[in-house]
């Protein structure tokens, strides 16, 4: 069992950054994927970035790609999410998720552990 809490969430100006952190707890962190999440207003969950064990593996979506950075600390239980240049299409409620599959780490169906969330809003 991992236990997900997100924090660093909040309001920020467009082309403003934040810092998402996601601290787990429970049984060996390094050995999941780590993915982010995002879910805005009356659309549907999609998928934001995701990282590998090693770190040696990123996925971004293209709508975030170039402007958020994916990593983790695994000394620290710590995945984070980096965003810059943010936009108000940026505005959802972000969530960290943990996977032990190989693959398909942007389908939500793949992860095992899921944050509460934590609001992002960015203000045009």
């Known amino acids: 069992q991992v236990q997900l809490v997100e924090s660093g969430g909040g309001l920020v100006q467009a082309g403003g950054s934040l810092r998402l952190s996601c601290a787990a707890s429970?049984?060996?962190?390094?050995?999941?994927?780590m993915g982010w999440f995002r879910q805005a207003p009356g659309k549907e969950r999609e998928f934001v970035a995701a990282?590998?064990?090693?770190?040696?593996?990123?996925y971004y979506a293209d709508s975030v790609k170039g402007r958020f950075t994916i990593s983790r600390d695994n000394a620290k239980n710590t995945a984070y999410l980096q965003m810059s240049s943010l936009k108000p299409e940026d505005t959802a409620v972000y969530y960290c998720?943990?996977?032990?599959?190989?693959?398909?780490?942007?389908?939500?169906?793949?992860?095992?552990?899921w944050g509460q969330g934590t609001q992002v809003t960015v203000s045009s």
């Open positions: 998720a943990a996977s032990t599959r190989s693959t398909r780490w942007t389908f939500g169906a793949s992860y095992d552990y």
């Open positions: 429970g049984r060996a962190f390094s050995s999941y994927v």
């Open positions: 990282v590998s064990w090693s770190v040696s593996t990123t």
